[in-house]
Structure formats: C-alpha cells, structure tokens
C-alpha cells in the first residue's frame, strides 16, 4: 500500500507538471553534530525532497509546493509538509501594484512528534509603489491561522510590516523598515471549572442540579515591534558587502511556555520570532569567481532575552532569572548556476552561551544541494 501512495504521488506532480508554467525540484542532503542544539550534541543527517509548480491564469496563479524530510538517527522527528495556494497582482499603473495571496498549509510528523502535525491558513496582502526610480516604498500585512494536534501551540496572528528602499549609482543600496506583530494563543492555560445545571433528581418529580466538570480555555497575548537597517555597496562588478542590524521590543506579553527550543531544520512551535526580544546585526561578504562561482562568506551575532521564560539549572531546578542567549553564527556558502538547475555547499558555525545550561552548545552545520527549475511560460 504505501509503495501504491508513492506511485500515485509520483503520477500526480508528473501529470501536474506537464501542464504548470513553473516547476522545480530541489534535493538537500544536510548534517550536523547537534540536531536539537542543545548541550547534548546529538549527531544527525537530514535529507530533503522538494517540489514546486504553479500555473498562471491572466492576473492569478495557482500554485502547491511538498517537502519531505527524512532524519535517519532521529526517524520520528521526519515529516511532509504540504501548501497550496492562490494569488493575484492588481497593477494600478506602471509604478504602483497590489498583490494578494492565500495558503493552506499542513505538517505531518512521525507518532514521535505528532503533537506539531498542523493545519493553517496564510493572508498575505502587499503594496509597492515607486516614489521615484531610485527609490520603492513597500508595505505588507499576513494574517496566520495554526491549528496543532496539541491544542497548546493553537494561535492566530497578524504582522504589519513597512519599508523604503532607496539605490544610488554609487551602487549603493539603503534600506529602512519597521514591523509590527501580534500573536494570539487560542487556550494556552486550561482549567477546571463546574458547571451547575438543573435537571430530575433521582426520586421523578423533584428538581436537583447537577454539577458538570467543564474545561475553560484562556487566550495569551504577545505583541512585538521591531525595527531594522540595511546598507549594501558595489565593491566592482563582483564584490559586495552588506551590513545590517535589528532591533525588537516585546510591547506587551510573554511566552506562554515553560521553555522553548530549537531544532535543526526542524519547525518546534515553542520558538519563533515572537519569543524574544534584543538585537542582532550581521555582515555579508559576496564575491564572484571565476566561472561564476557565488562565494559568500557572512557573521551573524545577537543578543536575546526571552520573556516568560526562567533559566533552570542541569536538574531542572529554576534559577530566578530570565533566559538570555548570545549568539555567533560564521557561515560560508558556494552556489554556481547553469541555465536550468543550481548547485549549492555551505558550512555554518553557531557558538550560543546561554544563562540556562542546557543551551550553552556549539554546532557544526553543512549541507549541499541540487535545485532544477524549468519554466514553460509565464511568470519567472
């Protein structure tokens, strides 16, 4: 039977493919020395299989994107990840757009982890207009819907976000913008309460009540605003160098959990951009080689404090401190593009120290990968 599921799988995306405008395949093999980036450095390999196709349709297009990965020492955390969507551009003249977009998503891990299996819905609505032809005012609102197999994780969420983007022939490149976002955890915090009904007692004829046990949900909140920065310089026609910096405030909220973690690769639904607040800033340095070979070569560090959430000792005792992280990420990536498929190999490092122990822990992280793309008309 699952052989039978593959066959037909693999029938559908080639029969859909043949009449798509865009499709793309992607394979991505990965590796690490710690999968759950914590003190605890567990080794893992990770491959990815990935397809894309849309078809255009005039002003709207439809499109669907699956992606499996596949760890082998940590096979339960393996999942599908499915969407498919549809969008439209409104162009009002030459120099001003809309564009709308809606995605149903779904995640589905192995027993291990089925509390992350989810499905969402996904609003994008985006404005771009060109204030002159140097320089482009952007501005975007995303409505999410998540519903898990662990009711804790359920949310909705709104984020605002606008910029400005200015260039000059110097080769210059200046960006500016600010965010906006709201997250709301439908019943993070459950509780037990009667509830007093009247009905027959047990004699007929006689009234009593009865005390019926119902569980009551309560919604948690977190709104943050963040502002960030960016400058980009032409160094030559094959060398550039970009810096840029973020700064997010948490305006009101907290998480509501215990603790929250990262995974490699891997969504955890207790960590996302809405769990902290701090800075980060990063440098990338981007060089052309010879046989137009991309060399990129880039230095990320942060600082993260993560509201809620109690810093606790190796035996799980709390330390009567919030958690807070630094972070160093060095990364270097190779990419080189034929006509129709690009080839890519980057490394990253991450030294994180942390107030809590348990996530004080390096990381060593590669992966290469094979991206086909063919188009047959329409939008590129």
Do not use: C
């Amino acid at each position: 039977m699952r052989r039978l599921v593959v066959y037909f799988s693999a029938f559908l995306v080639v029969n859909a493919a043949l009449i798509a405008n865009t499709f793309s395949l992607s394979f991505y093999q990965n590796m690490t020395d710690n999968v759950f980036q914590n003190r605890y450095s567990e080794r893992d390999q990770l491959s990815s299989l990935n397809f894309y196709l849309d078809k255009d349709f005039s002003k709207v297009s439809i499109f669907t994107e699956g992606n499996y990965a596949y760890l082998y020492d940590n096979p339960g955390l393996s999942y599908y990840f499915h969407d498919a969507g549809l969008d439209y551009l409104h162009a009002l003249n030459e120099k001003t757009a809309f564009y709308f977009s809606v995605v149903g998503q779904g995640a589905f891990y192995r027993s291990d982890y089925s509390d992350f299996n989810y499905l969402s819905l996904h609003f994008l609505g985006a404005f771009k207009t060109y204030l002159s032809q140097t320089s482009i005012l952007k501005s975007n609102y995303a409505f999410e819907y998540k519903g898990y197999s662990y009711s804790l994780f359920d949310f909705i969420s709104h984020f605002l976000d606008v910029s400005f983007d200015t260039y000059f022939q110097t080769k210059t490149t200046i960006k500016a913008e600010v965010s906006w976002g709201y997250k709301y955890y439908l019943h993070p915090d459950a509780s037990q309460e009667a509830v007093i009904e009247e009905g027959q007692g047990y004699r007929g004829g006689r009234d009593s009540y009865i005390y019926i046990p119902r569980t009551v949900y309560e919604g948690k909140a977190i709104q943050i605003f963040s502002a960030n920065g960016l400058i980009a310089q032409g160094l030559g026609g094959k060398i550039g160098l970009s810096l840029s910096g973020m700064k997010q405030w948490t305006l009101s909220g907290e998480n509501p959990f215990t603790s929250v973690e990262e995974f490699y690769v891997v969504e955890n639904p207790s960590y996302d951009s809405f769990s902290w607040e701090g800075y980060q800033v990063s440098s990338q340095l981007t060089i052309l080689v010879p046989w137009n070979i991309e060399l990129k070569m880039g230095y990320t560090r942060s600082e993260k404090e993560f509201p809620g959430i109690e810093s606790m000792d190796l035996e799980g005792n709390p330390l009567g401190v919030t958690r807070q992280d630094t972070r160093d990420v060095f990364e270097a990536r190779v990419e080189k593009d034929f006509s129709s498929f690009s080839l890519f190999l980057s490394y990253f490092y991450v030294n994180n120290r942390s107030n809590d122990p348990f996530f004080d822990w390096q990381g060593n992280f590669f992966s290469a990968g094979l991206e086909w793309n063919v188009f047959f008309g329409g939008k590129k």
